[in-house]
């Protein structure tokens, strides 16, 4: 099926630096959601993006529509410890009311 | 704002066990969604409805069947349950034509 690659796999940051991740795809998409899901909790939704070249803020954070339609970037700036978290994309082909498909995560540690 | 509730939160049985899980969604969403997430894993689709109807089929085990309710309830059955059944089971909601799905705390099943 159809796959999301999502990097970093892995960040480990100090507190206050800023972050960024991507997720490329090799199929056009229509929608991207950035979801972070805390240990044993469910993911919750960030920012939602449904046009080409789109960029949407929700307070620290950033994201983009890749112009291809084929990627995503989530920005952090000025990072806290609840920022620490698993990030995950996900993207529908359709714009909406099907699945999701998500990509692989991007995991933030902070170190004190 | 309300949100997805999920129940049980945890639940552990004996191989060859049935399970039921149930999601409530959002007021005045009408499409439900279930995922199962592995340890590690990125969340999987199984299954979705909309209007009381099956709308989509993911990676869902034949000993699996889900169904929605005339409430918008959900409920996802799962029978002579196997080890590798063991994961968080994530259900999320949305309405018809926004793309936006939100998602519960999730049921961590434990099959022993």
């Known amino acids: 099926g159809q796959q999301l690659n999502q990097s970093p796999q892995s960040m480990f940051i100090q507190e206050g630096e800023d972050v960024s991740m991507n997720c490329t795809s090799s199929?056009?998409?229509?929608?991207w959601l950035w979801y972070k899901q805390d240990p044993g909790e469910g993911p919750v939704l960030l920012i939602a993006?449904?046009?080409?070249?789109e960029l949407t803020s929700n307070g620290r954070l950033t994201a983009q529509f890749g112009i291809t339609r084929k990627d995503s970037f989530l920005n952090i700036s000025a990072s806290i410890p609840s920022d620490v978290g698993i990030y995950f994309c996900?993207?529908?082909?359709?714009?909406?009311?099907?699945?999701?498909?998500f990509g692989t995560g991007t995991r933030l540690t902070i170190i004190p | 704002a309300a949100g997805v509730i999920q129940s049980p939160r945890h639940l552990i049985k004996e191989k060859r066990e049935t399970a039921t899980l149930k999601c409530y969604p959002i007021?005045?969403?009408?499409?439900v969604y279930w995922y199962q997430q592995g340890p590690g894993q990125d969340p999987q689709f199984l299954i979705s409805?909309?209007?009381?109807?099956?709308?989509d089929k993911g990676s869902i085990p034949d000993r699996f069947s889900a169904q929605q309710f005339s409430d918008y309830h959900s409920e996802l059955n799962m029978s002579s349950l196997e080890l590798g059944d063991s994961a968080l089971y994530f259900c999320?909601?949305?309405?018809?034509?926004?793309?936006?799905?939100?998602f519960g705390p999730g049921t961590r099943l434990t099959v022993l």
């Open positions: 996900a993207s529908l082909v359709d714009f909406g009311n099907e699945k999701l498909t």
């Open positions: 993006l449904y046009k080409a070249g």
């Open positions: 999320a909601s949305d309405r018809r034509g926004v793309s936006e799905q939100f």
């Open positions: 409805f909309y209007e009381k109807m099956q709308s």
């Open positions: 199929s056009i998409f229509n929608t």
């Open positions: 007021p005045r969403h009408d499409t």
